[in-house]
């Protein structure tokens, strides 16, 4: 007759059915959880359990959290560029209808500044567009985008904002050619606003001076008199300002003074300018200084 051992019991157990073994795990179960809903004797347990366990499972998920950081970084590095390039390129659109604005500020400035003088001028009058400058140093001539078309004539008056630019001097139909008062072959009949003493302001070929050559040596005139318009001969209405003297001076045995003036427009800078008609002006000296 066989004893019985520890390792026979042990082997006794093992020899059991799956099914018997299998609802003692059970039961072992279900008595730990009863357990545990009641009275929270296995939550430290599994805290430390989880925390153990959390090296393992940060090391399975490494790959794929890899994966999805190297993916999200590249799609938003491309996403960056593309942005980039797009806003690089509406930057550039923006600055230049920014710049475009500028312009058409600075146009629009000069044609509300044209046409406040219209008021001065008379009911007719029309904005031309210089077109073409001369570009030999010794002529001072434009081309302005108006011709005989639009009722422009030789001899026509030219005006800007600030006073007489000069006057038109070839008719091509569609445009015209105009000498500027400043051109060496210019005169235009002026008179001292200050004194109205009458002379004439001839052109020297520098844009930006006239001269006086015919005051006497004993004519009141000062620097920074303004000249305007006499309305004498015909061609250019009275009262508009033709310029600033700058400098006075008489030599020995001069019998006439030596005068320089500014113009008053800006023969350099002007885009526009205004046609006028005679017949059809303010009184001389109606606008001053």
Avoid at 30 to 38: F, N, P
């Amino acid at each position: 007759m066989a004893l019985n051992t520890p390792d026979s019991e042990q082997r006794g157990f093992r020899e059991t059915s799956p099914g018997l073994r299998a609802a003692v795990f059970c039961l072992i179960a279900v008595l730990l959880m009863v357990t545990d809903s009641r009275s929270q004797l296995l939550l430290d347990l599994r805290r430390v359990l989880a925390a153990s366990a959390y090296p393992l499972q940060l090391l399975l998920d490494s790959p794929v959290a890899a994966g999805r950081w190297l993916a999200e970084n590249l799609a938003t590095r491309g996403q960056l560029l593309d942005e980039n390039e797009a806003l690089q390129r509406r930057l550039l659109e923006q600055a230049g209808r920014l710049q475009r604005m500028a312009s058409l500020e600075q146009e629009n400035a000069r044609l509300r500044a044209l046409l406040e003088s219209t008021a001065k001028v008379s009911d007719r009058v029309l904005i031309a567009e210089i077109m073409a400058v001369d570009m030999n140093p010794f002529r001072q001539r434009i081309v302005i985008n108006k011709g005989s078309r639009d009722g422009v004539f030789v001899g026509q008056a030219l005006i800007d904002a600030d006073g007489v630019v000069g006057q038109v001097t070839r008719d091509q139909v569609f445009s015209a050619e105009a000498l500027l008062i400043t051109d060496v072959e210019h005169a235009v009949p002026v008179e001292l606003l200050r004194t109205r003493q009458r002379t004439i302001a001839v052109g020297t070929g520098q844009v930006d001076r006239l001269s006086l050559p015919f005051l006497p040596r004993n004519a009141d005139v000062q620097p920074g008199d303004l000249l305007v318009t006499s309305g004498l001969g015909g061609s250019f209405p009275p009262g508009y300002p033709v310029g600033t003297v700058t400098e006075v001076s008489s030599g020995p045995g001069e019998p006439f003074l030596t005068v320089s003036a500014q113009p008053a427009a800006k023969l350099d800078r002007i885009r526009e300018v205004l046609l006028i008609w005679p017949g059809q002006a303010t009184a001389a000296g109606e606008r001053g200084p």
